[in-house]
């Protein structure tokens, strides 16, 4: 059960400091969410739900075919043998054995490595916080390049995180609001608003045989690609400058309709 502290980070008396939901995609232990949970827990409280094991590139999957288990450690931190998006479902649905009430804000990350362009599609990482967008519950996404100083670019997030939170309570908007940040190499940094890329990466598969002549394949590890995409994550990103993406939760097209009209025409005679 999370336990909330009765002061602000500012030790102002009788205020709740709010509670964030932290999850990620590279496990409970990776040092990415260890930096990113001691930088937000300097003006929140944080629960931690997380995979037990590596789940990179797992998307937005859920385990629906096999019971799931978890364990809860201290320091409110809470493993399930899952993908990111059944940890922040699990944590979202535990009536009470992980949250004590519904969380402010859900943090997913610090990643080990970029998610940039399309690869906002194949992340466990930004699927964790999407996972909670779509509950209503304004989430960011947090990554970072491997050659990134971990300890600042955790902080540059906690700080995002909170100005994502500050504002959704300022201006009383939309509450699943979902970010995607990514940090470049380095050890500071500007940060602006963008949108997403265009990141290719080469499609490469290798196949192999295994002792016993069996053949297997190896997918990804390809070569990537940024393309011209002015106001861009990967445009910022080659600039050396964090970007912070809105992503929408909605995947219909409205260009599109027209000629699903058509298409809708055609087929009914």
């Given at each position: 059960?999370?336990?909330?502290?009765?002061?602000?980070?500012?030790?102002?008396?009788?205020?709740?400091?709010?509670?964030?939901?932290?999850?990620?995609?590279?496990?409970?232990?990776?040092?990415?969410?260890?930096?990113?949970?001691?930088?937000?827990?300097?003006?929140?409280?944080?629960?931690?739900?997380?995979?037990?094991?590596?789940?990179?590139?797992?998307?937005?999957?859920?385990?629906?075919?096999?019971?799931?288990?978890?364990?809860?450690?201290?320091?409110?931190?809470?493993?399930?043998?899952?993908?990111?998006?059944?940890?922040?479902?699990?944590?979202?649905?535990?009536?009470?054995?992980?949250?004590?009430?519904?969380?402010?804000?859900?943090?997913?990350?610090?990643?080990?490595?970029?998610?940039?362009?399309?690869?906002?599609?194949?992340?466990?990482?930004?699927?964790?916080?999407?996972?909670?967008?779509?509950?209503?519950?304004?989430?960011?996404?947090?990554?970072?390049?491997?050659?990134?100083?971990?300890?600042?670019?955790?902080?540059?997030?906690?700080?995002?995180?909170?100005?994502?939170?500050?504002?959704?309570?300022?201006?009383?908007?939309?509450?699943?609001?979902?970010?995607?940040?990514?940090?470049?190499?380095?050890?500071?940094?500007?940060?602006?608003?963008?949108?997403?890329?265009r990141r290719t990466y080469a499609g490469d598969v290798l196949f192999r045989r295994d002792p016993r002549g069996a053949e297997?394949?190896?997918?990804?590890?390809?070569?990537?690609?940024?393309?011209?995409?002015?106001?861009?994550?990967?445009?910022?990103?080659?600039?050396?400058?964090?970007?912070?993406?809105?992503?929408?939760?909605?995947?219909?097209?409205?260009?599109?309709?027209?000629?699903?009209?058509l298409v809708a025409r055609a087929v009914a005679g």
């Open positions: 059960m999370s336990s909330n502290k009765n002061e602000t980070s500012a030790g102002t008396a009788g205020a709740v400091r709010p509670l964030v939901l932290l999850s990620n995609d590279d496990g409970y232990l990776a040092p990415g969410l260890l930096a990113l949970r001691e930088a937000l827990t300097t003006w929140a409280d944080v629960v931690v739900c997380a995979p037990e094991l590596n789940q990179s590139a797992t998307s937005h999957s859920l385990s629906l075919h096999r019971p799931l288990r978890m364990r809860s450690l201290e320091g409110d931190i809470h493993v399930v043998d899952g993908t990111p998006a059944d940890c922040v479902y699990v944590a979202l649905s535990s009536e009470g054995r992980v949250l004590s009430r519904v969380p402010d804000l859900c943090v997913s990350g610090m990643n080990h490595g970029l998610n940039l362009g399309v690869d906002v599609f194949y992340s466990g990482t930004v699927a964790a916080a999407r996972e909670a967008a779509l509950r209503g519950i304004p989430s960011v996404a947090v990554s970072a390049d491997t050659k990134a100083d971990r300890a600042a670019a955790a902080a540059l997030g906690s700080s995002i995180a909170r100005a994502v939170l500050e504002q959704v309570r300022e201006t009383k908007g939309e509450a699943g609001l979902l970010f995607n940040v990514n940090v470049p190499p380095g050890s500071a940094w500007s940060v602006r608003a963008t949108k997403l890329g297997y394949m190896w997918i990804g590890g390809g070569e990537v690609t940024h393309h011209d995409a002015p106001g861009s994550d990967t445009e910022a990103y080659d600039a050396g400058a964090v970007g912070v993406t809105p992503l929408a939760l909605h995947l219909d097209l409205l260009s599109g309709m027209s000629t699903a009209e």
